[in-house]
């Protein structure tokens, strides 16, 4: 019976990752990306509730790599590309295309390096990018749309990158640079007055790509 509680919460975000997309379609754009952070919060406790109570396995890790390609891939392509990169007729396609492809390659290399990686991230947990998506929809910015097609292109390679990022749940063999955090916030401050102080929902996410980024660099010059 423990099993099941965890499968759950990795259905729901299955399932929230079908309704966003399912929303978007009807233009219910601020819902479906509504629909990609609850698939968020399932994501985070699915893990969570199984190592609590004891049952981590296969299954589970399978079911949700595959809930998270649906939720954070195609669905968080798909909403991007309905609020903004349709504007750029066949050519908006591509980006959410090639991210979402870019995702399903990234969580490939994540379940195959289970036993290798401990205590960071290599390139970015999907679904950052789609919580920084989501957030943007949310936002209600509205960036050129071929600006955002360069970002959904970044976000996509970001995946599949070999850029450290922390994963919150133990300790790292990375040292984490207090001035990475500093420059990363310096960032964040620096998009809110240059470009639109309603990208402040983004921010968690942003300030968490650029931290990682900053911090891989130091790291990486500290070792030669």
Known sequence: MKKVIPCLFTSGNLGFGVLSIMLTSQGYLTWGAVCIL???????????????????????????SLSDCV?????TGFLI????????GWIGMVPPVLYACFGGLRLARFNLNTTVI??????????????????????????????IAILTLALGYHLVSKVHNPDFKG?????????????????????LWLVDWHLVLIMPFFLYIIFGLVNTAMNAAASH
């Not at 590309?81 to 750029?88: F, G, R």
């Not at 205590?119 to 600006?147: D, E, K, R």
Request: hydrophobic letters at 45%; one cysteine or more.
């Open 38 to 64: 609850l698939a968020m919060v399932c994501d985070a406790l699915d893990g969570r509730t199984a190592r609590a109570l004891g049952v981590q396995g296969e299954f589970g890790k399978e079911l949700d």
């Open 71 to 75: 939720s954070f891939g195609a669905a």
């Open 81 to 88: 590309y309905s609020y903004s990169l349709h504007e750029l």
């Open 118 to 147: 401990h205590g960071y991230f290599q390139g970015m947990p999907i679904p950052n990018g789609g919580c920084i998506v989501a957030t943007y929809v949310l936002s209600g910015v509205h960036l050129p749309a071929w600006i």
């Open 171 to 191: 300790a790292s063999p990375d040292v984490l640079h207090k001035s990475a955090l500093a420059i990363a916030v310096l960032c964040g401050a620096l998009v």
